[in-house]
């Protein structure tokens, strides 16, 4: 391993179930053996979903020990796509666009509206834990700005009472399946 301070005792094996390094086990393969760092998306993605939708350094010196790359590999692609979570956030994250198709079409009356309904800033999670808003950088989804992403849906040419729907719908989802948010959700226009 390349990385100065790397700890060696850190075992992807050790840290996640069977199915997950299966999986990513099944990226590692699409990809020619020499080639060691096209995974880290995938099998950050994995691992992030394993941990309760968010990285820890930890798991992240553990991908790169197991996909044999610097840990500054994975880092940089953990910290470089939105879709990476570094903190502990809330079971539905609602990333909100703010480009500046979003932005000329109102992406902060978006987050304005989503601040005032969930009583959170951006970046807070809701005192129930279920919860996140955050901003991204494009999309995209220019052709239906304002948009943001729940729940791995996007939702376009958002108004309140479109933003209201998402939410009402995400909580009548979360009712319904005692909790369990890998439903698909139906996206809205």
């Known amino acids: 391993m390349t990385d100065f301070d790397y700890d060696q005792t850190l075992h992807l094996k050790q840290l996640l179930p069977a199915q997950a390094i299966a999986e990513i086990d099944h990226w590692i393969t699409k990809y020619p053996s020499d080639r060691k ?4 998306i995938a099998a950050l993605k994995v691992v992030q979903e394993f941990n309760g939708n968010y990285l820890t350094e930890e798991l992240m010196q553990a991908v790169a020990e197991y996909l044999d790359v610097p840990h500054v590999a994975v880092y940089e692609v953990a910290t470089f796509y939105s879709m990476f979570h570094l903190d502990e956030v809330g079971r539905h994250v609602i990333s909100v666009c ?8 109102g992406a902060d009356k978006v987050i304005e ?23 991204v950088e494009c999309m995209a989804a220019c052709g239906g700005a304002p948009m943001l ?41």
């Open 113 to 135: 509206h989503l601040q005032n309904r969930l009583n959170i800033k951006v970046g807070e999670t809701t005192d129930d834990g279920l919860y996140t808003i955050k901003t």
């Open 37 to 40: 760092r096209p995974p880290i």
């Open 149 to 189: 992403e729940v729940d791995k849906v996007y939702h376009e040419n958002l108004t309140e009472e479109k933003i209201d729907q998402i939410l009402s719908d995400i909580a009548s989802m979360d009712l319904n399946s005692d909790g369990d948010s890998n439903q698909p959700m139906e996206a809205s226009e």
């Open 98 to 105: 703010n480009n500046i198709s979003c932005t000329l079409r």
